[in-house]
């Protein structure tokens, strides 16, 4: 495909055949077709060609090659290949050939004798071999019955190098001492003694320096897609029968075990099972500080092992791991069109077919005023060259291939060009609490202390047997006394009193954890001090665990689920950006007032005691409000309601139906990142939609230029060819974008 016209034909095409729904991406020349019925794809590829094109499944995934050129020649196939030094080839020729043709036809003092000769055969290579390209298109097009772009091109440059050789053989042109002065407008004078071999050169240069510039950027803006895909590890040292064994990464399996040393790439997705360590993730998720991992600590593919050595168990292989599946959604992102998109594609369908006309019409009008066949062919060529539609078909495209790239640098998933549409309109955004506003998991708060008792003490005490239960309270505190006293003592007759706590012996001394509720059964209240501790720390959303040993109660630990560093200033750049946080979470109203109050968000916006189904419900009656919802959101029990809301953002931390349902995936799962989501999607549609009006204002604009005489040919192919190239410009300002 050479032009938005060429998309819009095959789509149109591919839409006609039963049973088929057809997206065509001018940009990154590809089809994404869905179809059901009797039709194959061979059917599909037979309509391409029977369109005039040519087509191909893609071909499967290759494994990394060694050599980073290699890599680059899989990823980007066409423009890296001889497509663009051909292109390259006939833009020098026509650069070189056809300057001194305009400086010839421009400065009266360069015009020797028989001047115009010279320019003809300097010319006629720049018309005929490096403006081939347009010819063969507008000819295959004329046989299908189609006019694209490039029949705009031909006609116009072939026209004024026509209208020259019948100047120069049949007029007064060719005459010896011919001289010839240029005009920014079109010219009155006699037709015989006027040639346009610079109009012919020059537009057919210029629109190549475009397409050239044009194929460059959009390699530019896939980068990120294309670097990406290329993150990956190449080959793994795999454990088979005690000893390390290195293969190529493609006969990696699930369950196979394998070996990551400090500074190697982590192969795939899977279990650590062995060894301790730091893992680098910044570039699959864009966060800068090493995660520390260990035993039963899921790692991601293409991260990188920064301290130990690690054992690893492959759960997720090829096109199951995440590096994949981010791979995945961000190209059918970048396949994805916008709705206003979808309206410059019907507009570039009978555009060309419309100008054909328009020039005719112009052709036809000046004749019938009197000025003469020169200055009326000279209107209509102008009028043929200037009207490209090019940068209408690439306006959405470019716009998302840079946006979605760099989103996936920065961990931001965006799912297509619908999702852009959303988070222009977003004023309110519901929170999950657990996992995405908390860590999700208890940790030990705080520590109180009856008079004359020692807080190691307490804390050896209780963690050692809680050490020996399994829930995630005691979890919770064993860690945390772990944390902050090192080796615990061993529990001997450790008993489980199921719904008030444990029991055992440490130390010599009998000791209880649990409810209050055991501790008085016992006969062991809590002291007056240690009872108004309990009810402030509840009050705050913490759960109290008694501690008592020697027939006293002695202490109260205090666990919570934590506020994730960053969740206050998360929502305060979410209020920033216009939007209205709300707090849902299925936990008691005390548990949810308390963490609402800690991030900021007011009282009135905490749903509380939610039950998973009643999400969609909160979600559901925030938008009968007249409110344009986000969610974000991590687990299962998110799923239903960030499919319901306007836009859904899940956590990549969460669970795969979360991110199914979500439209935005944050893969490093910090709240921050969500408003940095936003700002990056309302920026790429705010660059799609200032591309868009570029590009309709330029033809709205130079269409009656050139039809009223006010444009040269050659100016009018130079303007064009700058249109296509400050679109894709424009587009590549999305690089720049930053977190903030």
């Not at 077709?33 to 059917?43: L, R, Y």
């Not at 059918?332 to 077919?353: T, Y």
């Not at 078909?393 to 790239?405: D, I, M, R, S, Y």
Request: charged residues 20%; proline residues 4%; contains cysteine.
């Amino acid at each position: 495909m050479t032009c938005a016209s060429c998309a819009a034909r095959v789509e149109k095409k591919l839409n006609r055949m039963d049973g088929v729904t057809a997206t065509v991406n001018y940009a990154t020349e590809k089809a994404k077709v869905g179809f059901e019925g009797p039709v194959a794809v061979a059917d599909l590829i037979a309509t391409v060609e029977a369109t005039g094109y040519t087509a191909a499944l893609p071909p499967p995934p290759a494994p990394p090659a060694a050599d980073p050129q290699d890599r680059h020649e899989v990823a980007d196939g066409k423009a890296q290949g001889g497509e663009l030094t051909a292109l390259r080839q006939r833009l020098l020729t026509a650069v070189v050939l056809a300057v001194p043709v305009i400086v010839m036809a421009m400065v009266p003092a360069a015009q020797f004798d028989n001047w115009q000769w010279l320019s003809l055969t300097l010319a006629a290579p720049v018309v005929v071999y490096a403006g081939w390209p347009f010819h063969r298109a507008a000819w295959t097009n004329l046989r299908h019955g189609a006019a694209t772009m490039d029949t705009l091109v031909s006609v116009g440059t072939l026209a004024a190098f026509g209208w020259s050789l019948w100047a120069l053989f049949f007029g007064d042109a060719g005459m010896a001492g011919m001289t010839d002065s240029f005009r920014l407008t079109v010219s009155r004078q006699a037709g015989g003694s006027q040639i346009y071999l610079e109009a012919a050169s020059g537009v057919t240069a210029f629109i190549l320096a475009g397409r050239y510039f044009e194929a460059r950027a959009k390699r530019r803006a896939g980068a990120a897609l294309r670097a990406l895909l290329e993150l990956g590890a190449k080959d793994v040292a795999v454990l088979r029968d005690g000893s390390e064994v290195r293969v190529p990464i493609g006969e990696l399996a699930v369950g196979d075990h394998f070996v990551v040393r400090p500074g190697e790439k982590i192969a795939t997705d899977g279990l650590v099972s062995e060894g301790t360590s730091a893992v680098d993730a910044s570039m699959l998720t864009g966060e800068s500080v090493p995660v520390e991992v260990g035993p039963g600590d899921r790692v991601a593919g293409a991260t990188v092992n920064a301290g130990g050595r690690l054992v690893v168990e492959a759960t997720r292989v090829g096109a199951d791991t995440q590096l994949a599946r981010m791979a995945r959604l961000v190209e059918d992102a970048q396949n994805g069109k916008a709705a206003a998109q979808r309206l410059a594609d019907r507009i570039s369908a009978v555009f060309v077919p419309a100008v054909i006309l328009l020039a005719l019409g112009t052709l036809g009008v000046w004749l019938a005023l009197g000025e003469g066949p020169q200055a009326a062919f000279t209107a209509a060529v102008a009028v043929l060259i200037i009207a490209c539609p090019c940068a209408l078909g690439l306006a959405t495209p470019t716009a998302l291939l840079v946006g979605t790239g760099r989103g996936a640098q920065l961990g931001i998933l965006i799912k297509g060009p619908e999702v852009l549409e959303s988070t222009r309109a977003v004023d309110t955004v519901v929170l999950d609490k657990t996992g995405t506003v908390t860590t999700g998991s208890m940790t030990l708060r705080s520590v109180l202390v009856a008079e004359g008792v020692e807080e190691r003490d307490a804390l050896r005490y209780a963690g050692a047997l809680e050490h020996a239960s399994e829930h995630p309270i005691a979890r919770a505190v064993a860690a945390g006394a772990t944390a902050r006293t090192g080796v615990l003592p061993a529990v001997d007759g450790f008993r489980n009193l199921p719904g008030l706590g444990v029991e055992g012996t440490v130390d010599g001394r009998t000791v209880l954890a649990g409810r209050e509720r055991l501790l008085a059964e016992r006969d062991m209240p809590l002291p007056e001090e240690l009872a108004r501790a309990k009810a402030a720390a509840e009050a705050d959303g913490g759960t109290a665990v008694a501690v008592a040993w020697d027939g006293r109660a002695r202490a109260v630990l205090v666990v919570a689920d934590a506020v994730k560093d960053g969740s206050a200033e998360a929502v305060r750049r979410l209020r920033g950006l216009g939007l209205r946080p709300v707090l849902l979470t299925g936990d008691n109203a005390a548990v949810a007032a308390a963490v609402a109050a800690q991030v900021g968000i007011a009282a009135q916006d905490v749903h509380a005691e939610v039950l998973p189904e009643d999400k969609v419900a909160v979600v559901r009656a925030l938008q009968a409000e007249g409110r344009t919802v986000a969610m974000v959101g991590d687990g299962v029990n998110d799923a239903a309601a960030l499919a319901q809301a306007d836009l859904g953002l899940a956590m990549g931390t969460g669970t795969d139906a979360a991110i199914e349902a979500g439209d935005l995936t944050l893969v490093r799962g910090d709240l921050r990142v969500a408003a940095d989501a936003i700002r990056l999607a309302r920026r790429t549609l705010r660059t799609i939609r200032s591309n868009l009006f570029w590009a309709f204002a330029y033809n709205v604009a130079a269409l009656p230029l050139a039809a009223a005489g006010l444009l040269n040919p050659m100016i009018a192919g130079a303007a064009m060819a700058f249109s296509s190239v400050f679109v894709v410009a424009n587009s590549l300002r999305l690089r720049a974008f930053t977190p903030r």
